[in-house]
């Protein structure tokens, strides 16, 4: 049929953070939520400044654009990295690509990567900039994610199998590499949906696992619903090319790691329900209001062939 079967999920997680919901699609649902932080406590930073070998600015939670208008210039002045974070359970450190090359501020966010574990912080994230206080600093492409390793999800259990998983976007930077057999980084949804297209046809099975960030980053965050609802047309768009090309025996999903609703006040993600689309052999009609997002993870444990999933429930059950 050209109709896909459709419904929604709740999330089982605390949290309402990228990598949260990302893993509990891949099936392991998180029962302690990751830590937040308003600042990080003095030890705490101490101990961040002594294994990574540098002094801190900052140490507060800030919009990743505003930090640099108020403390970029005194970055530049010190060649000490900004530290900061987020409503999300994130440890951000940012540095200018000219002052602290991109090599140095990997190696100082891997070395924090160490502490971040014990301390169940889900993201170290690198967010390098350029530019001078005069003309103003920009944010490169050259950002990068270290993650909490997560423990097993579907995505093991496939590539165990001897399944491709193939990571589009921040998928393999969420799983910290884990379960993941390839990678394609991207630079936008643009570039995201050419990449899904392309593996599409030159992969014969497997799971292609795509992240389209634009929604979250550039329309979510900021508020701006008239982006948001141009970037749901220009996805729709494509959609309707690509849809023909998914076959009878092909299984294909699209839903979302948590709301970010562009109307809502503060620029925080939303926790809200997610939509399931989806087109797949038998399915048809409403899937419901479903309990959780690891319903996503039964349920390619069902067509996979693996065994059952131990927690959610496949689409597929009750739908033959």
């Known amino acids: 049929s050209n109709l896909m079967a459709y419904g929604c999920l709740d999330e089982v997680s605390a949290g309402k953070d990228t990598t949260t919901g990302h893993w509990e699609i891949a099936g392991a649902p998180l029962t302690e939520p990751f830590s937040v932080f308003e600042s990080f406590p003095a030890d705490l930073v101490a101990e961040l400044e002594s294994v990574a070998g540098v002094t801190f600015l900052g140490n507060y939670a800030q919009s990743g654009t505003v930090i640099l208008e108020e403390l970029g210039a005194k970055h530049c002045e010190t060649g000490s990295p900004i530290l900061y974070t987020s409503a999300d359970s994130v440890l951000q450190i940012a540095a200018h690509e000219g002052i602290i090359p991109l090599s140095d501020l990997y190696k100082i966010c891997k070395k924090c990567r160490f502490i971040a574990d014990r301390e169940r912080i889900g993201r170290v994230i690198a967010r390098p900039f350029i530019g001078d206080a005069e003309s103003g600093f920009q944010r490169t492409a050259n950002r990068k994610d270290f993650s909490l390793v997560p423990p097993e999800t579907v995505l093991d259990a ?163």
Do not use: Q
């Open 158 to 320: 496939l590539t165990g199998a001897g399944f491709p998983v193939i990571g589009v976007g921040k998928i393999s930077d969420i799983f910290a590499g884990k379960g993941i057999t390839g990678s394609h980084p991207t630079k936008s949804n643009a570039d995201g949906m050419d990449a899904i297209g392309t593996l599409w046809d030159s992969i014969d099975e497997g799971l292609i696992f795509a992240n389209l960030v634009d929604f979250d980053m550039l329309y979510g965050h900021r508020r701006d619903p008239e982006g948001y609802a141009n970037c749901l047309a220009e996805f729709d768009a494509w959609w309707l090319e690509f849809f023909p090309r998914i076959g009878g025996a092909d299984f294909a999903m699209i839903t979302a790691d948590h709301g970010n609703d562009p109307t809502w006040p503060g620029t925080d993600h939303t926790r809200e329900r997610v939509p399931l689309l989806a087109k797949g052999p038998g399915l048809d009609g409403s899937l419901g209001n479903r309990d959780s997002f690891s319903d996503i993870a039964a349920s390619l444990a069902d067509f996979f062939g693996l065994d059952r999933w131990p927690c959610g429930k496949s689409v597929f059950v009750g739908n033959d």
